[in-house]
């Protein structure tokens, strides 16, 4: 099955500056790769998804790159602000009926003003 | 984006007892439904995997005769927690999806489970 991994497990960054989380899978057939934030005690919001006919993503300042051929995708967000610390979870999965995703562990991130 | 909604949001139950879980969406036609385990600071841990009208998938390790899932109607599937104990005590989640795989999936606010 797809196992999911992700890095880093923290990263704490100062308020403007960017971050980036990075992931990658194992199941050359999932083809989609959300990224999703949870804050304390919410359910996980997703953020932004990118499909595997798609090499990269933007929305603002999220934005999120896929390379199928090494089997990782990442998430960039730049200028960050206060309230984008969350914790931040990829997960990768959508191939056939079912299309089970399969989430990394994880990334806490803290922005400090 | 869609509703998705979890009841109750907060449980507590004693060691022996059931407990049911509800998970509606309240804008679409859910044919699919994901149940997660989510540990204190942990990731979201897959449990199964419900289509409506049929049988649920479960990941290994996850007992079936102990989370028993009914996915009855488009809109709501139940997750029941039997003869909990309180190594059960979790943060439940479900999520659905109106469309085939490679669709977006929306989550539920989630049940905080403790068993006493």
């Known amino acids: 099955g797809e196992n999911v991994e992700q890095h880093p497990s923290t990263l704490s960054v100062q308020e403007g500056d960017s971050a980036v989380i990075k992931c990658t899978y194992s199941?050359?057939?999932?083809?989609?790769f959300p990224w999703y934030k949870q804050e304390l005690g919410k359910r996980p919001q997703l953020i932004i998804d990118?499909?595997?006919?798609?090499g990269e993503k933007k929305d603002q300042r999220i934005a999120v790159t896929l390379n199928k051929t090494a089997k990782h995708f990442s998430l960039h967000i730049t200028e960050t602000q206060p309230e984008d610390s969350a914790v931040y979870f990829c997960?990768?999965?959508?191939?056939?009926?079912?299309?089970?995703?399969?989430f990394g562990k994880g990334t806490k991130l803290s922005v400090k003003p | 984006g869609a509703v998705v909604s979890q009841h109750p949001s907060r449980v507590i139950c004693k060691s022996g007892t059931s407990v049911k879980i509800e998970c509606r969406s309240l804008?679409?036609?859910?044919?699919?439904m994901f149940w997660y385990r989510q540990f204190p600071k942990q990731s979201l841990m897959l449990m199964a995997t419900?289509?409506?009208?049929?049988?649920?998938?479960?990941e290994q390790g996850v007992e079936k005769d102990k989370f028993l899932i009914n996915h009855a109607s488009l809109t709501l599937s139940t997750l029941t927690v039997t003869s909990a104990h309180p190594e059960d005590s979790s943060f439940y989640i479900c999520?659905?999806?109106?469309?085939?795989?490679?669709?977006?999936?929306?989550f539920g606010q989630g049940t905080r489970l403790t068993v006493v």
């Open positions: 199941d050359s057939a999932s083809n989609y």
């Open positions: 999520s659905a999806r109106a469309g085939a795989g490679g669709t977006e999936a929306f």
């Open positions: 997960a990768a999965g959508g191939k056939g009926s079912q299309g089970n995703l399969i």
């Open positions: 419900s289509n409506e009208g049929s049988k649920a998938t479960y």
């Open positions: 804008d679409f036609q859910a044919t699919t």
């Open positions: 990118i499909r595997s006919n798609v």
